[in-house]
């Protein structure tokens, strides 16, 4: 039954979020991203306060969102065009480090203050800032010129990261399910298995591959080169996005980090590999687009 629930999840919200890409309809990015980080963020706030850490939960997860936001509207082209994104960054966490001291000063019931400033800081950086990067991808500088046309290559580098890191994600469960008998990090996630590992770095690379051939334009940034090897990098930062999260559940003693997602659990729980997987990705592409400005 919960395999079920987590498959029926799965296929809806996969079906939304890729639909939304699929289309390029803006207001869909400002509806889902936003959301998915605002809720992700919150559930790491709600799993600190199981643990016993008092944090700002409503000041973090309002200025979480308002970051996506500001992140969309910048780089999609929507905000003035003299605010660059590295100064909105720059200017948005001395507004966030100056709002929650501020906050601190008002609010002398917090009984460990630097402790819930620092992990409220850290709930912004881990769950929201590498959360940012799917915005990154999608907005990454087009005009990648194939066979005299342009191609708009920004939708199909975001479906990409989401198709291999989630897909290495189920290749390790049906696997590990399957055939999975020695596991892996018992201690912190009992139900991963080394074969459930193998097979969904296989999974990931195989889609790398897969998706490259079906899309050589939009994803001529990957290429036949690379396919196989950025599925394994990106398979593995799914793997170390996942552990990442088990370790905040087990410190805090939680089979999931919510019960937003029937079957799932909670948002982090969707998310947990993409945190780690996009921000790999987007520093593949801009290392790979620099490479290729001076080699021109």
């Not at 005009?143 to 580098?157: F, T």
């Not at 930062?237 to 999260?245: K, M, Q, R, Y």
């Not at 939680?254 to 659990?265: C, E, F, L, Q, T």
Request: net charge positive; charged share 15%; proline share 5%.
């Amino acid at each position: 039954m919960n395999l079920l629930a987590r498959a029926l999840s799965t296929l809806v919200l996969w079906g939304a979020i890729l639909g939304v890409i699929i289309t390029d309809w803006m207001p869909g990015y400002y509806l889902i991203i936003p959301a998915l980080g605002g809720i992700g963020v919150w559930e790491f706030y709600k799993a600190m306060a199981a643990r016993g850490v008092i944090t700002f939960k409503k000041t973090g997860t309002v200025a979480g969102i308002i970051f996506l936001l500001g992140s969309l509207a910048i780089l999609g082209g929507a905000a003035p065009s003299w605010l660059d994104f590295l100064s909105f960054e720059v200017f948005g966490l001395i507004v966030v480090v100056l709002g929650i001291l501020s906050r601190q000063v008002f609010d002398r019931k917090q009984p460990t203050p630097v402790i819930s400033m620092a992990v409220t800081l850290f709930g912004l950086v881990y769950v929201i800032w590498l959360f940012s990067f799917v915005v990154h991808v999608r907005f990454f500088p087009l005009n990648y010129p194939a066979a005299g046309d342009v191609a708009r290559e920004g939708p199909l580098l975001l479906i990409y990261l989401l198709v291999v890191a989630k897909m290495h994600d189920a290749g390790a469960l049906l696997v590990g399910k399957i055939v999975g008998r020695h596991r892996m990090i018992p201690n912190l996630s009992p139900r991963k298995t080394w074969e459930g590992f193998v097979g969904g770095l296989l999974v990931a690379m195989s889609s790398s591959a897969v998706l490259v051939y079906l899309f050589p334009t939009e994803l001529g940034r990957v290429g036949p080169l690379w396919c196989w090897p950025l599925g394994l990098l990106l398979g593995l930062t799914s793997v170390a996005g996942d552990l990442a999260e088990s370790v905040i559940k087990r410190d805090s003693q939680m089979k999931d980090s919510g019960h937003v997602i029937p079957g799932i659990g909670g948002v982090l729980d969707l998310i947990d590999s993409i945190l780690f997987s996009a921000p790999v990705f987007y520093l593949f592409l801009k290392i790979q687009h620099v490479a290729a400005l001076y080699t021109e």
